[in-house]
């Protein structure tokens, strides 16, 4: 059995392929297994995950239709032996010594999540991300006392990183963590990663930059793309099933997570091929929704005046502010 699983969702990224697996070849830790998951791609992806497969018994193909990368991600999971888990975006790619370098956190401290910051690959620019504040081992009251208070959403907006590319993780703490509902396609993974904290006893970060994130137009992320209504409440619904609510002031900040997710979605819907009055209303009925209007009254913000105006433009039910703020996004 390997040490450790690299699972990579692969829908339609047939052009960046050969980056992203190569990397892992390249790795100078020889003990992983990589599972690709063609997510029911449309174009030449699905015969290079096959052709990677012959051509190294450490590579698995898993070939599935198409229900986005949060399920994708949880079927790699489900087939992944490795004693700690990589995910990697099938347009991204890590440094060779990734893995050797998280093996040796690995055997000195034993953590249930190893944390290593990203390069941002603008076109042909590429920038060093800062390692953030956290260094070394933290044990849970470590966690508790200085990740927690934002590890869904503090007052000031902050919060902890949203992205479950960067980690690896003990195998035993994720299942339960990942999100099986194909509405949730912007923030899910971040659902999965505060899930994965919760349930996490130790952390240790990395200060070396490790993985390598690419600005991709196309992608989920970056590109306008229309989200789904019910995608706030599905992660909320997801993160209030994994964590305690009542513990700490989790409650707080999920109301202040869902205001944040739900704004997401309102600006996206301007990206609708449709006028404006018909997605004025369209904001109107769906913000109405009495578990989004709950999350709207209870929500408080301070310090960030971005933040108190994001708010303030669904409390008050300014679509116009919301389509302004769609214009510069």
Not at 79 to 88: E, R
Not at 91 to 119: K, M, N, Y
Not at 231 to 255: G, S
Request: charged share 25%; net charge neutral.
């Amino acid at each position: 059995m390997a040490e450790f699983s690299v699972i990579v969702p692969v829908y339609n990224n047939e052009a960046f392929l050969e980056k992203s697996v190569g990397s892992v070849l390249a790795q100078t830790l020889p003990d992983w297994e990589l599972i690709l998951v063609d997510d029911g791609s449309r174009d030449g992806s699905p015969a290079l995950c096959d052709a990677y497969a012959k051509k190294d018994s450490r590579i698995r193909c898993i070939h599935k239709p198409n229900e986005g990368v949060a399920i994708a991600r949880k079927v790699g999971l489900e087939q992944a032996g490795g004693d700690y888990i990589v995910f990697l975006d099938s347009d991204d790619w890590i440094e060779p010594d990734t893995l050797a370098s998280v093996q040796v956190a690995i055997r000195r401290h034993h953590p249930d999540i190893v944390v290593f910051p990203e390069f941002e690959e603008i076109g042909e620019r590429t920038v060093r991300k800062s390692p953030g504040p956290h260094k070394g081992i933290y044990f849970r009251e470590k966690m508790e006392r200085e990740i927690f208070p934002y590890l869904l959403q503090d007052r000031k907006a902050k919060y902890y990183t949203p992205t479950i590319w960067g980690n690896a993780f003990r195998r035993e703490i994720l299942p339960g963590c990942m999100i099986a509902d194909s509405r949730a396609t912007i923030g899910e993974d971040g659902a999965c990663l505060i899930a994965a904290v919760w349930n996490a006893q130790s952390m240790f970060f990395l200060g070396k930059n490790l993985y390598h994130y690419r600005h991709n137009a196309g992608s989920a992320t970056n590109g306008h793309r229309v989200i789904h209504w019910d995608n706030a409440q599905v992660i909320a619904e997801h993160i209030a099933r994994c964590l305690d609510l009542d513990q700490y002031d989790f409650r707080e900040q999920q109301d202040r997570k869902i205001v944040h997710d739900l704004f997401l979605v309102c600006i996206s819907r301007f990206y609708a091929k449709q006028p404006y009055r018909e997605t004025a209303r369209e904001i109107r009925r769906e913000t109405g929704r009495e578990f989004y209007q709950k999350a709207i009254r209870n929500a408080r913000f301070s310090g960030r005046p971005a933040a108190r105006w994001m708010h303030l433009a669904l409390k008050w039910n300014q679509v116009f502010l919301i389509w302004l703020y769609s214009r510069f996004w």
